[in-house]
């Protein structure tokens, strides 16, 4: 193949990659997988027993099996305080996301807040500043809250996962579902008195709804919220916004709700 003819296949296989949400390399080296299996059917069913204990990896490596879903439950459980559950997240390796995100995106906002908002997942800007919601949908955020008076200050955010999908892409079931004890125990030390879930992702995890977004947003539902009860509502997310500019009549309804409902709190 001519050189500039084999420079454009490389591109394009980029640019396909960088489309299936493959936007980043997790190791210095490339690794043939299927050499490797071929070598794994060759192996002997029954390997020496190693002479010394390996040691504990410090990283789920990427061939390991999945961990359990109910990995988290028991570390959420011991955070007394959200510095401890932040801690107890960054040593959490039962996420596989964390493996390709650059930090941990925990929160922003007053943690004495009586508003809580849960998003999807950090983006490229939060991934790279360690904030939730300071990109394009964030600032779009600002605006929304601005409009029924509020900022930072008066609420706090956080998301359904803490790190960044690759490419963006939404996180999948099993993933939320990971971090799910910590996003519930997030909600419990908050103790909002007000939940928002921006988007279905957020909904679908912290209120169990199946059915769409837009059939949904702009219901009170309740939260059970270690045994206390407190008004949830899904709202149309931020950034779906900026790509339906047409739907932030909806979301203007949905905060008159969520302004009607904090006069009555
Ligand atoms: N979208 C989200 O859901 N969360 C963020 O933090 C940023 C964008």
Known sequence: MPEEASRAALAQLLRWY????VDLAVDDAPHDRFAESQNLERAPAVQPTPRRAAPIPTRTPASAPPPSPLAGIAEAA?????E???AELLAFEGCGLKATATQLV???GNPQADIMFVGEAPGADEDRIGRPFVGRAGQLLDKMLAA???????????NVVPWRPPGNRTPTPLETGACLPFTRRQIELVAPKILICLGAPSMQTLLGIKEGIMRSRGRWMAYDRAGTTIPAMAMLHPAYLLRQPSHKK?????LRELAKKMREI
């Not at 509020?150 to 955010?157: A, E, G, K, P, W």
């Open 18 to 21: 960088a489309d299936m949400g």
């Open 78 to 82: 011991k955070a007394r305080t959200l």
């Open 84 to 86: 401890e559950l932040q």
């Open 106 to 108: 925990f929160a922003d």
């Open 148 to 158: 029924i008076g509020l900022d930072r200050t008066q609420v706090y955010i956080a």
């Open 250 to 254: 909806f979301a203007w309804q949905d």
